[in-house]
């Protein structure tokens, strides 16, 4: 607009990241253990993941022969309940920001 001569241009509103576009995706991990049996390792990942058998095997095999398996990626809060729900059944896990 205008007054005696003056234009004034609209001013933007600063941009803002979101929580969302700053959360990188997190990895859920689950470490190799001398105490479960593979067979439960299977059934803890196909209960807390939803995962068919197959999959899950292949993750447990994983596990058993590399130390450790990134068994899901995704937000934080939800990796955090996977960690909990994974821990709760005694499994060594852990989350890690994914790089």
């Not at 205008?2 to 700053?22: I, R, W, Y």
């Not at 479960?36 to 390792?41: K, R």
């Amino acid at each position: 607009m205008s007054d005696g001569g003056t234009v004034t241009a609209p001013v933007e509103a600063p941009k803002t990241k979101t929580e969302s576009t700053l959360d990188v995706p997190w990895k859920v991990i689950v470490y190799n253990d001398p105490v479960n049996l593979m067979s439960f390792v299977v059934f803890v990942i196909r209960k807390v993941f939803g995962y068919n058998e197959e999959h899950a095997q292949k993750l447990m095999l994983e596990v058993h022969e590399k130390g450790k398996s990134i068994v899901w990626t995704g937000s934080r809060e939800k990796a955090e309940l996977y960690v909990q729900q994974l821990q709760g059944f005694q499994l060594l896990a852990a989350m890690k920001r994914d790089s």
